[in-house]
């Protein structure tokens, strides 16, 4: 009965506004996986995006997936499963990737609160920015709450950077949990 009604509520729904994605400016490419094909959430997620962004105003220069509620330089720079979506949808979370990309893998969790940044201040003219330098996050890794990336960060496959941690330099080989400021590793997984 409930995967009846999910087919109807995506049918009702999604239709129309898989038609109007491109009007709004949202990317068609995100209107699939689990969100939408198991669960009405990704269609829920769409209506308050209408709602807040461009109707309300709210981070409007942001595209969907991205929501209201986080910050987005380059939406172009983000690169992410559309199964992971969800992970923009959290209060807080800033990912300043206008000059560099910014990778996250597949399964990755990000909790809310957790900044990205792949540029610095120049020490000389704050008003500036140092060239970017990519970060990338393998899969399944988890970011805890209030968590900070640095630029040209690459975390390896099921890395957890606890909550509050700086990470500052790389740890491609994963797998390991990872807390402090700044980050060290505190065990292998």
């Not at 829920?44 to 942001?62: E, H, P, S």
């Not at 990470?167 to 505190?186: D, M, Q, W, Y």
Request: charged content about 20%.
């Amino acid at each position: 009965m409930k995967r009846l009604a999910t087919r109807l509520f995506n049918s009702v729904v999604g239709g129309p506004l898989w038609l109007l994605a491109p009007l709004l400016g949202f990317d068609r490419r995100y209107f699939r996986g689990r969100h939408f094909e198991r669960h009405t959430s990704g269609y829920r997620m769409v209506l308050r995006a209408i709602l807040f962004q461009k109707i309300l105003g709210f981070n409007r220069a942001c595209r969907f997936p991205v929501s209201h509620q986080s910050v987005v330089s380059n939406g172009k720079n983000l690169l992410f499963d559309p199964d992971d979506f969800n992970n923009l949808w959290h209060f807080g979370c800033y990912f300043q990737n206008f000059d560099a990309t910014i990778q996250i893998g597949k399964g990755t969790y990000i909790a809310p609160n957790v900044g990205i940044i792949t540029a610095d201040h120049d020490l000389e003219d704050l008003d500036a920015h140092q060239p970017g330098k990519p970060v990338v996050i393998g899969e399944k890794c988890w970011i805890g709450m209030n968590a900070v990336i640095l630029p040209g960060v690459v975390l390896g496959d099921r890395t957890v950077v606890g909550a509050g941690a700086v990470v500052t330099k790389s740890f491609p080989e994963g797998r390991c949990v990872l807390g402090g400021v700044p980050a060290r590793k505190i065990r292998d997984l």
